[in-house]
């Protein structure tokens, strides 16, 4: 059966959707999708979307897109939930935003891209705009939480039409990437990799949990009000996303060449790439649906995936003293790269899911994104230490995580706090982890 956490178990149960976390996960179980009632498959389309929203996603965009959405385009071309925005799950009062929020159609090939182009191209015809007057703005697609601000209110997208108010978020100090102005209209709420990999990746388990904690009514842990104090945590308008634009034969030419300086464009999550023409005649007449605008056209790549044996898990201790689990794999190619390590985020995740030697794991990688194991194929007795791999001490659990107590007297501790402190100087020539290293072990 497909593994559910807790907080999809949570998020799922909070829905009216007909079926419970443990029917949801018995039927994303199913290969062969024809076997499904109609009111299965809704329930799996509502629970995944909210669940992604919430920074817990239970599928990936491949698979919802591919897979569940196809089926029910297939079933019922004209349902009600093909031409809805996809909800965020709200909680408490909502208003109407200051315009609409509107999703984005999505290609996966560069054949879609082209056929994308040629409607470009046959909307120019029908209002005699040259094709010299066209051009297309490729941006990258941030992975982040969508949010509008009119420069008085920031507010979530919702369901496009009616969201809720987040200034807050601006009240705690929040910025605009940057050094942005208010009132820029449509963005995202976006962490910076480099600090949430440096900072936050112990803690939180993906960066949608911290954009998630940022527009929190309740106060926000001490971590992420650091990031906010810290600007890694910003509003991004779309308005100033670094973009390539050009000509529509440009386009077609070399598209691939066109989107390797957009994937590495910006310090935050990506998930594709963004197309649009900037003619605003041809976006009066092209217009929208209920869904997403005719004009416009996201790029995303497909996650490949490998099932993997595990060889080993292996525990590393941070300077915080908390204990994470690196599967070591039987070395895989994914997008081009040699994969052999992969974090398991936390211990009761390895504990719950029997991840050990000899588990058979689904390895996901997109693009550039670092892998992340999906679900565990066939479970194992779980690999557990019951010391701390760098002092010896006796481990104890909190919350979901193995925690070395020994706050005076492990080396690992030490050493990484070191490295933090450094590494936060800015200039630390000379001190990286290995000096480091060789210098506390000659109690310097």
């Known amino acids: 059966m497909h593994s559910i956490s807790p907080q999809q178990r949570t998020i799922i149960e909070s829905l009216a959707i007909g079926l419970d976390a443990d029917e949801v996960a018995e039927d994303l179980s199913i290969t062969e999708l024809s076997v499904i009632s109609n009111t299965q498959l809704l329930a799996i389309l509502h629970a995944a979307n909210a669940c992604y929203r919430a920074g817990f996603p239970i599928i990936d965009d491949a698979t919802y897109d591919h897979q569940y959405l196809a089926e029910l385009q297939q079933r019922d071309p004209t349902h009600e939930f093909l031409s809805l925005v996809e909800p965020e799950v709200t909680t408490g009062k909502t208003v109407t935003l200051p315009q609409k929020m509107l999703s984005t159609d999505k290609a996966y090939s560069v054949t879609e891209i082209e056929k994308w182009v040629e409607r470009i191209r046959k909307a120019a015809q029908e209002i005699n705009v040259p094709e010299s007057d066209i051009q297309i703005r490729i941006t990258p697609k941030l992975d982040g939480y969508a949010a509008f601000d009119d420069g008085e209110r920031l507010y979530t997208r919702g369901d496009g039409v009616r969201g809720q108010d987040i200034t807050r978020a601006f009240t705690r100090g929040m910025a605009v990437a940057q050094h942005g102005m208010r009132g820029l209209g449509p963005g995202e709420i976006v962490i910076s990799k480099s600090y949430f990999t ?165 390895l996901v990688r997109s693009g550039l994104v670092i892998p992340k194991i999906e679900k565990v194929l066939h479970a194992v007795t779980p690999q557990l230490p019951e010391t701390c791999p760098s002092c010896g001490s006796h481990i104890i659990w909190e919350a979901d995580h193995l925690i070395c107590p020994n706050k005076t007297d492990c080396s690992a501790q030490t050493e990484n706090t070191l490295v933090h402190f450094f590494k936060s100087l800015g200039n630390n020539d000379g001190f990286g982890p290995k000096v480091i290293e060789k210098l506390h072990q000659h109690d310097m």
Not at 334 to 359: D, E, Q
């Open 198 to 362: 440096q900072h936050l990746a112990e803690q939180f388990e993906n960066s949608r949990n911290i954009q998630a904690a940022i527009i929190a009514e309740k106060n926000v842990e001490p971590a992420v009000k650091q990031a906010i104090n810290e600007q890694a945590c910003v509003f991004y308008p779309f308005s100033l996303l670094p973009n390539w634009t050009g000509s529509l034969d440009e386009v077609l030419s070399d598209f691939s060449a066109l989107l390797e300086p957009i994937w590495d464009a910006v310090d935050y999550d990506i998930d594709g790439v963004i197309l649009e023409t900037t003619h605003p005649d041809i976006k009066t007449h092209m217009g929208a649906t209920r869904h997403h605008h005719r004009w416009q056209i996201a790029f995303k790549v497909n996650d490949e995936s490998a099932e993997v044996e595990v060889l080993n898990v292996t525990p590393q201790t941070s300077r915080t003293g908390r204990i994470s689990p690196v599967a070591e794999l039987v070395p895989t190619k994914l997008s081009g790269a040699t994969i052999s390590r992969a974090t398991v985020h936390h211990y009761n995740m390895v504990k719950t899911n029997g991840v050990g030697p000899g588990a058979v794991v689904q």
